[in-house]
Nanobody, 117 residues
Framework: QVQLVESGGGMVQAGGSLRLSCAAS????????MGWYRQAPGNQREFVAA???????NYADSVKGRFTISRDNAKNTVDLQMDSLKPEDTAVYFC???????????WGQGTQVTVSL
């Protein structure tokens, strides 16, 4: 059974940094695309960043140049380094795994990120 567990959320002032981590189990991690999404109150869940099994990275325009996604296939983890945080980055951040075999999506439970002025 696939399980994704996020960690690293918290509160930070604008301009600060946080690093989120997602630990995966129950699947062949190295074969899957991993991504981060976020959902602010009253908003739909939106794409933040993704990294394919080949290491190709993709970012939402709103976070380009500030966020960096990385994966460690040996540890089955995917991290999101968030720098120069803004209040509009405040949201619950979710880790997503897309299975290369079934194309099914799996989600973590989410971790709260709050950026204050």
């Amino acid at each position: 059974q696939v399980q994704l567990v996020e960690s690293g959320g918290g509160m930070v002032q604008a301009g600060g940094s946080l690093r989120l981590s997602c630990a995966a189990s129950g699947s062949t991690f190295s074969s899957n695309t991993m991504g981060w999404y976020r959902q602010a109150p009253g908003n739909q869940r939106e794409f933040v960043a993704a990294v394919t099994r080949f290491g190709a990275r993709n970012y939402a325009d709103s976070v380009k140049g500030r966020f960096t996604i990385s994966r460690d296939n040996a540890k089955n983890t995917v991290d999101l380094q968030m720098d120069s945080l803004k209040p509009e980055d405040t949201a619950v951040y979710f880790c997503k795994m897309t299975s290369a075999i079934s194309r099914r999506d799996y989600w973590g439970q989410g971790t709260q990120v709050t950026v204050s002025l």
